[in-house]
């Protein structure tokens, strides 16, 4: 049976890719991605086979994998973070119903929201919502939704794709509607280029949030009403719960 | 200055750890953690010290991880899946209030939620919440409002120890609020002891999860109103909105 392996690549620094990952891009022949992702990894893999689509053509990607696969060859998918969360995985099973020969299995990988959280801190120890701001393919009442729904019921909101050229306004959208239930004062952070060249961290209030300037490439933090900044860091404060 | 490592190891097999964290543990004169967490890593660890406090002792553990460290050792703290996610990066940043002369670094992993969701397939895709069913330390109101946010603006939830000897009907009273905004029909998903021997994977639909026996074990994946079963995987559909 042939296979594929979609895999996440963590935020970006080999060093984050877990072992399992490592392995099954090893055991590959062929690794697909898009342009980006396929740099961050393509020197430690060199004598691999790289193909990549543009963004926007993921569909094509994932068409790509199959009809190679078929051919026989070992393929893995790469996304970066997990490919589970805002990743490929999901169309990849989609597509995948008229290939019923390949054989799927998703390796996770450190996404985001905890890669981007061990910068700042501790934001997100507690009950918490990942909100992406793209509506290019979710109705923006919808997301709205659940801004409100989620601010309201006092969860840490982490925000994917908080901006992009044509949406620069967004994120002070999405803050006014989180600051119908929470104070200007909430303890918020954002983290840019996450275990990549340049990362860089802030935290910062929500009041300041609003009125900041951030890129397609920054992950964002608000706290929930008990998040403290200590010390330069992002902290959600809890007692601690008997573990598992 | 002392250094103490925040480490998140993932769900249990060593391949799941990222690099960045092995050499954490490599470079450590000492590993402290729950003795559950202590025993996944010990074998690769044959050189190291280890450290364990029994469960419920965790501001113990903290505190002994801090002393340590101020006796000059290189010390990492162990945490299963994400120390940032219901794990000890918040308690840690909180203990060390009281040593601003140690420097804490957390270091992501996998969380039980993409550790899981790779395992059912792809559940989380879009927008989801965490939450803990536990109310040792949250009032039970709270979880029961963020349960009722969380159904009724349609995100996936994902619930993190949903039950206990004592908390065996938390799950089920779960079930009971999301059903009031969600239908039985709901593509639903169980993952007990995730990456570790006896791995169990269920998909089945909200109705079914509400009468089904789960262990603190096991995380619940529970789908929106797009999630579908495709080839007995867990996938939550979407287009796909443009990579960063």
Redesign the interface.
Known sequence: MSKINVV?I?PG????????A??ALKESDEIIG?T?YVDLVKEYFPDKEFRTTP??K??DRCVLAFEEARKGKNVSMIC?G?????????????V??KY?EVE?T??????AA??G???L????????????L?D???PWE?IE??L???A????VICLY?PS?RKRSDYLQKACDLILTHRSPDTVCGTVARIAREGEEARVLTLGELRNAQVD??TTVFIGNSQTRE??G?M??????????
């Open positions: 996440g963590g620094a080999y060093e984050q890719m877990t072992g399992r490592i392995r898009y980006v963004m926007k993921e569909e970066s997990d490919a589970g969360v805002y990743g490929m995985a999901g169309l990849m099973y989609q995948g119903e019923p799927l998703v390796i996770p990988g450190v996404t905890t890669g959280a061990a910068v801190g501790a934001p997100l120890i507690h009950d918490f919502c990942l909100i992406s793209s290019l393919l979710t919808k939704a659940r409100l729904a989620a309201q019921a006092d969860f794709n992009s397609m490439f200590i010390g860091k902290v959600t404060p809890r007692g601690y719960e008997s573990e598992r």
